[in-house]
């Protein structure tokens, strides 16, 4: 369920006050959520297509120094179609995101480094949409629209935020993401360690 927030907090809620390392990351997924339009909540998620590109580049970029990795580990590591990766990494490999290596030991590795991959290069690559108008952007708006004029009156409010958003998801790269995955990797290890003796752990992230 998303998260309801009130139109004057946007944008500043979404974005200015994200502080912590771990609340920077999670905004992918609340960027992506609900939005007020009209005073109606608007449903606006990313689809598996985007989550799944974007947890399948994380897969392969935590595993690539160990050589190619196979779609078919991945699948089973992340619980994802097969064939559904195939398509999404058709598209990646398109976009000169991975590179793709046949016959034996063959798979896929990054075709840049991770810093260098964004979050938004990942969901655009797989045609992933991320809109928030009524009109895809061309202004032909049919509801909430003055006499005369040509777009609806919220029209340049959601336009901005379409912006926003791009901007946020371009800020975040896939070095990121796998740097929180190590991290939580490590937390959890830790957890188990200090389980096993009777100690406390100490929480890598802020509270």
Known sequence: MGRTVPVGEYPNKLLG???????????????SDLIYRSGQVVTMRLTTKGRFAVTAMIDLALRQQRGPVTLAAISERQNISLSYLEQLFGKLR???????VRGPGGGYSLARLARNITVADI???????????NCGGKGHCKVGRSPGATTCM???????????MIDYLDSVSL?????????RQLEEASRAQHAASGEAPMSRFPA
């Open 17 to 31: 006050n994200l502080v912590y390392f771990k609340d920077r990351i999670a905004g992918v997924a609340w960027l």
């Open 94 to 100: 398109r976009h000169e995101l991975v590179d793709s």
């Open 123 to 133: 969901i655009f690559a797989v045609d992933e949409p991320l809109d928030a108008t």
């Open 154 to 164: 919220t029209h340049d409010l959601w336009m901005t935020l379409n912006r926003k």
């Open 175 to 183: 070095q990121d993401l796998v740097d929180q995955q190590r991290m």
